[in-house]
């Protein structure tokens, strides 16, 4: 499959990524990381369960003290189990590709948490950054940090994990199990949207048509699109012979996923409805 070109929205995003610039450090810089979560992310994922459970744990972490990294988690540990029962059910072509894939994707986020904890940002991409710092300052709607936290995860995080397990040989196998992959996830819209009004925000289904950008970025990270173009970036890179080509195409990768990282952080409703809303996600009686 040969990769496409950039479209006007993706070079805009990434446009977007340069103007915003190095996010700021809020003094992680200057901080010990939290044992607690070093102990769940300090060594690599060996297999789709163990970075199931160590999400999970980690989740009812951030739950617990109401860390807003914990959005992102309560849906991301849903989607690695059910692709893992996809793989046990034999639902992909190459279940070992599609396995070895899930693990890396997993232990992508886990090295960025990792980075972010100890504060070893010159190895932390921008668009986590943006997402973990937005968590920390608990300024954003529910929905923005879950949402966030996708698009570094599937806009930057994806296409990584995909070059590095490989999408050769047979790349269109591979690419029919990276598709089927969506079908999955089709089937969690839902129950993800459920799992994190119960935990996070019991009235965000309320708040639905007031996100409307927000709504359309989700829908472009979560499922098909964001998917296929992270696809798309993975053979750019694995087929980039010079070291410039596969710089560039990475320097895109990142600059991009920022840039609809800022996107997501910018106004699209008054400062008063902003806080209506994040009342109205909090649900009935709470404060």
């Known amino acids: 499959m040969a990769p496409s070109p950039p479209s006007r929205t993706k070079v805009r995003r990434a446009w977007d990524g340069v103007r915003g610039g190095r996010p700021p450090t809020n ?3 200057d901080a010990a990381p939290d044992p607690a979560v070093f102990d769940l992310v300090s060594e690599p994922f060996g297999s789709i369960d163990d970075a199931h459970e160590r999400l999970c744990a980690l989740e009812a972490l951030f ?14 540990s849903r989607v690695t189990r059910e692709v893992g029962r996809a793989v046990e059910a034999g639902e992909f072509a190459d279940p070992a590709w599609v396995e ?17 904890e100890t504060g070893e940002l010159e190895t932390l991409a921008d668009p986590w950054q943006v997402a973990f710092e937005a968590a920390g300052r608990g300024d954003c709607l529910v929905a923005q940090d879950a949402v966030l936290g996708i698009n570094a995860h599937v806009n930057y995080d994806l296409a990584l994990a995909l070059s590095l397990v490989g999408v050769d040989p047979d790349r269109e196998a591979k690419y029919a199990d990276h598709c089927a992959v969506n079908d999955v996830l089709r089937r969690l819209v839902d129950e993800v949207q459920d799992r994190l009004a119960d935990r996070y925000a019991p009235g965000i289904a309320r708040v639905d048509e007031s996100l409307g950008r ?9 499922l098909a699109e964001g998917r296929d173009s992270a696809w798309r970036t993975a053979v750019a890179i694995s087929d980039s012979r010079l070291g410039i080509r596969r710089r560039a195409a990475l320097w895109f990768l990142r600059t991009s996923s920022t840039g609809v990282a800022y996107l997501l952080l910018s106004p699209a409703v008054s400062d008063r409805l902003h806080e209506t809303l994040r009342d109205v996600e909090r649900g009935p009686g709470v404060g």
């Open 27 to 29: 003094g992680t810089l």
């Open 63 to 76: 739950h617990e003290r109401g860390d807003r990294r914990g959005p992102f988690l309560v849906i991301y």
């Open 100 to 116: 070895a894939y899930l693990v890396t994707f997993a232990d992508l986020y886990r090295q960025a948490l990792l980075s972010y």
């Open 214 to 222: 927000l709504d359309e970025v989700l829908s472009f990270v979560a």
